[in-house]
């Protein structure tokens, strides 16, 4: 196990997985063999999420944990902290330093509104930053908006408190997007507020317009119309649009990497397919 902020140190370009913890056997078995389809490719790190409001609180937990056991990779949890008193969280993130875990990544979370949960103790994801601080010494990460949080006033407003975040944590990992100007403005942005720590494009090979165009929609990004157009040239043909999706996503990672991007985190969706082979087609 390492500190991903120490990785990230080496100057070397970062690829990193995403996983989400499931649900049912047939899901466990769909990632056990995602994650022995894509240890071979010796990511820098891989992470797994949290269902806001702490619905896969103990299942993030064993997944991270029989990572970081049972393969060669690193593995980061990602905590959200909306819904949740400041004991929980302690608890929680005791939990990940006595299991021996180095990295998370510090959220707020969007509960889902039908589980009409408490607000909790926390307003936004850098008071999590300050928590794990107090309880351990993890390498900690953030999240980042190349398009502005839909929650944000501003795009200005939203730069700043990322900012304000990144000073604080150790990296940030960025919500996905398909024009790679958009994460170019992130990091200007930043850099213009004093803050150059790392900050990771997140990449999401379109694998169904249906998917695609829910998850747009769900974190208020854009959907481009070029890129809605080659799609719907072969809608009805599901490989074919999982191979535009390929394409235009290895186009976008090399975009990315030409202009200077640390590293690239993939979305996996708990597949191995698309990631290897955009991997591939980059010769990473
Ligand atoms: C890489 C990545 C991984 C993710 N993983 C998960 C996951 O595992 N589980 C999950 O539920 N969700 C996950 N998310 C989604 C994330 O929880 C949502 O996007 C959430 O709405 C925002 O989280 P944040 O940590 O950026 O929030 P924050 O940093 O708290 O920001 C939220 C909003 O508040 C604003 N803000 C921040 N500080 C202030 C302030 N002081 N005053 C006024 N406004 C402020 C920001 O500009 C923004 O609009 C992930 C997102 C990314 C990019």
Known sequence: MAKIADILAQGQRSVSFEFFPPKTDEAQAMLEQTIVDLEPLHPSYVSVTYGAGGSTRDRTHEVVVGINRDTSMTAMAHLTCAAHTRAQMIEVVTSYRDAGIENLLALAGDPPKDLDLPPGEFSYAIDLVRLIRDVGDFSIGVAAHPEPHPRSPSIQADREHTADKLREADFAITQFFFEARHYFDLVESLQALGVDK???????????????????????????????????????????????????????????????????????LNRSTATREIHSNLGL
């Open 198 to 268: 790392p900050v990771l494009p997140g990449i999401m090979p379109v694998q169904s317009i249906a998917g695609i165009k829910r998850m747009t929609e769900m974190q208020g990004s854009e959907f481009p119309a070029w890129l809605s157009e080659k799609l719907h040239a072969v809608e009805d043909d599901p490989d074919a649009v999982r191979a535009v999706g390929i394409q235009e996503a290895t186009n976008l990672c090399r975009e990315l990497l030409d202009g200077g991007a640390p590293g690239l985190h993939f979305y996996t």
